[in-house]
């Protein structure tokens, strides 16, 4: 599909209908800009597999028109998917300092850096791309230089949020004021395409300052070493607890390499400048238990994460009894059992761990309900399009939209193509979307053949039958049978005895064709296992010539 030039149409490919994984493409005048590349999170669905990208085939399908692709902050679920899909992509990327240093660091891990040109832009001065103009607008969030997008065409005047809250006193970085907002929306904005994350919080999500009395008045109260766990890109958080060792007397040591990234790309662009001198693990373990306060990644149960390590006692950071572990992050849904399973290993040796259930600790990056009452206010858009969550916030921001006065809110899921202007908004057509699994070095279908086989394998497991045949085509000789994740452990002797035997009755008198023959045998072994175990193990037959 090919925008006309009198229009404008947006097409979200993935973060609509989800929580992750943004991808968003506007279309104007023949050509498509992209804004955010991101990835999500697997789960035990995906076996073997940490990493899920979008499926871009319905944007790389017309890749001439593709102009650029610009980035409104640098949290995983925005830019992650970069190292993998942009040199694909072939164009431009635009950044602000702090967005580009992380991205160029990803490209530089995969050694494509050389290949890829990222643009610096600077907020609040317009940038063309293509038939579009940008304006980067600072807001708060959880990360430096976290930004809105103002997209002007000859159609229509677009207000993107990106990932937003309102704070009066945050700790790094200088948001768009209220009155420059309300400046943006003076102009004239058509469309205000925003984040649905926090949509059922009736209360505004709070200002960084008010976690860092929280969580200091946690750490004056504990007698022993104190771990604190949290996003490894909320640069704000860092800069909170860099204040809170200082004030309670403790030595700060980081535990996790993304927060060693984090920290040299913000100091390399102008924030966390006043972090005190950070101490190695060997010195924090020769200091008295109160003088230490550590940072660790690994909050969300991540297996190999500072933080389960740390829980395993693998890790050169040692927690004891009378030492405290602040969760200073929202429990992302779906990572309940994992994080369960850390604090289980936390529990058994003695270790307090405060969550923002017991204390203020931790505030959310994403505006509840008055935030986005006041950006409504500001921008006064014609229409709302609700994005950056699953369908139950999508809908309930359109609601929420509709009753503050926004004349018309359209709800749209991933792969929905919806004219903007004119007279819209309007559902018109529909993308291709999907997703993609990094399994290792190899990028694949998430529904395609090896992740479905190994989603077998892990439910019912595999057993292999090894048969020869000679040059003839007649089988013989004694089958070897290997077993693999079939649950029949103590009588595994006597249950390859019967899988032997029901192979060897299966190659007496089989055909001498191979395929057949192969056929014959994995039925009467898959026989054998269902009638032991209740379970359809994947079964393997190789055939050998002798």
């Not at 304006?135 to 207000?159: Q, Y």
Request: charged share 25%; with cysteine; net charge neutral.
């Amino acid at each position: 599909m090919t925008p006309k030039n009198n229009e404008l149409l947006f097409c979200a490919l993935g973060g609509s209908g989800e929580i992750g994984m943004n991808v968003n493409l506007y279309g104007h005048a023949g050509k498509w800009v992209m804004v955010d590349c991101g990835v999500t999170f697997a789960d035990a669905g995906f076996p073997g597999i940490d990493v899920i990208l979008p499926d871009l085939r319905f944007i790389e399908e017309q890749i001439d028109n593709l102009v650029g692709l610009v980035l409104t902050h640098g949290h995983e679920d925005h830019i992650g998917a970069l190292p993998y899909l942009a040199e694909d992509l072939g164009v431009p990327l635009y950044a602000t300092p702090f967005t580009a240093g992380l991205i160029r660091g990803k490209l530089e891990e995969e050694r494509i850096d050389d290949r890829v040109k990222i643009k610096l832009v600077e907020a609040n001065k317009a940038f063309d791309v293509g038939p579009f103009k940008f304006t980067m607008v600072p807001l708060a969030h959880s990360i430096p230089e976290a930004n809105g997008l103002v997209i002007e065409t000859k159609s229509a005047r677009v207000f993107h949020t990106g990932d937003w809250k309102l704070d009066a006193t945050p700790l790094i970085g200088k948001p768009s004021t209220p009155e420059e907002l309300r400046a943006i929306g003076d102009k004239g904005i058509d469309v205000l395409v925003c984040d649905s994350t926090n949509v059922f919080n009736a209360e505004a999500s709070g200002s960084e300052a008010d976690v860092r009395r929280g969580i200091a008045e946690t750490v004056a109260k504990a007698k022993g070493r104190v771990l604190v766990t949290s996003f490894a890109s909320n640069a704000a958080r860092i800069a909170t607890l860099g204040k809170v060792a200082e004030e309670t007397g403790r030595k700060l040591a980081v535990a996790g390499r993304s927060l060693d990234r984090i920290i040299r790309v913000a100091q390399a662009t102008g924030y966390l400048k006043d972090l005190p001198n950070l101490i190695d693990a060997e010195t924090a373990m020769r200091l008295p238990r109160n003088k230490v306060l550590v940072i660790a990644t690994g909050g969300q149960g991540e297996p190999r994460a500072a933080l389960a390590r740390v829980a395993e006692g693998t890790h050169p950071i040692k927690l004891d009894e009378g030492d405290t572990v602040i969760f200073s992050s929202k429990q992302i849904p779906g990572n309940e059992v994992a994080i369960g399973r850390i604090q289980n290993q936390l529990a058994a040796k003695g270790v307090e761990m405060v969550t923002e259930k017991q204390a203020h600790v931790h505030v959310s990056g994403h505006p509840g309900r008055p935030e986005l009452k006041s950006m409504y206010e500001w921008m006064r858009p014609k229409a709302l399009i609700p994005v950056h969550g699953e369908m139950r916030h999508l809908k309930e921001q359109a609601r929420f939209g509709l009753s503050n006065g926004i004349a018309h809110a359209l709800v749209q899921t991933d792969g929905d193509i919806v004219r903007l202007a004119p007279n819209g908004p309007e559902k018109i057509g529909n993308a291709p979307v999907g997703r993609l699994v990094l399994d290792g070095d190899v990028i694949l279908p998430s529904n395609g053949s090896t992740i479905n086989e190994r989603r077998r394998i892990a439910v019912n497991g595999q057993i292999s039958v090894g048969i020869a045949v000679d040059r003839n085509g007649r089988a013989g000789g004694t089958p070897d049978v290997r077993v693999q994740g079939v649950p029949v452990e103590e009588e595994r002797d006597a249950f390859l005895e019967d899988a032997i035997a029901a192979a060897s009755e299966a190659m007496r008198g089989a055909p001498r064709d191979r395929e057949r023959l192969r056929e014959q045998v994995r039925l009467a072994v898959r026989r054998v296992a269902t009638r032991w175990t209740g379970k359809k193990p994947v079964i393997d037959v190789v055939v050998v010539q002798v």
